[in-house]
């Protein structure tokens, strides 16, 4: 597969990552107007019954307060790149070979990226992690647990 055609893919998958965002926000927005509404008639006293209502209904929800569109639409733009980099990455390294699992790569890029971060490299998994050279040498009991450097205690 074409580079720029796995580069396309994958900031499309990104730019579906960064829609399913601001959907989950509209539905949020909508769920809180909702419950609003229905808060709002419960408390409402019966025009009938009694013309002057003490209770004053709050305002619903704005979407402004869901929605921001600066923060967002850079969301968007990072999702894109991520995405892009990743379909690249996993294209070109013959780990994906269609054009489905491109845009799946693109919108799936910060979990794939979190997960590679965490990865232990083989030496590390069977020798232990190695000592820097600005650690100090000391010596661990059995059981005990390494607690790291002492700091003194001011009263």
């Known amino acids: 597969m074409d580079t720029t055609l796995l580069i396309t893919l994958g900031a499309g998958g990104g730019s579906l990552?960064?829609?399913?965002?601001a959907y989950s926000q509209t539905i949020a927005w909508q769920t809180a107007r909702r419950e609003q509404r229905k808060a709002s008639s419960e408390l409402s006293p019966d025009p009938v019954l009694d013309p002057t209502p003490e209770v004053v209904p709050r305002p619903l929800p704005r979407f402004a307060e869901y929605f921001d569109p600066v923060p967002d639409a850079v969301a968007i733009a990072c999702h894109m790149v991520l995405g892009a980099?990743?379909?690249a990455m996993f294209g070109l390294t013959g780990q994906i070979t269609g054009a489905y699992a491109a845009v799946a790569v693109g919108l799936s890029a910060p979990a794939l990226l979190t997960q590679l971060g965490q990865v232990q490299s083989v030496n590390d998994a069977v020798a232990g992690p190695q000592r820097?050279?600005?650690e100090p040498d000391r010596p661990q009991l059995a059981g005990v647990p390494d607690e790291g450097p002492r700091q003194e205690r001011t009263p």
Do not use: Y
């Open 17 to 21: 990552r960064g829609l399913v965002d």
């Open 132 to 134: 820097t050279a600005l």
């Open 85 to 87: 980099a990743c379909a």
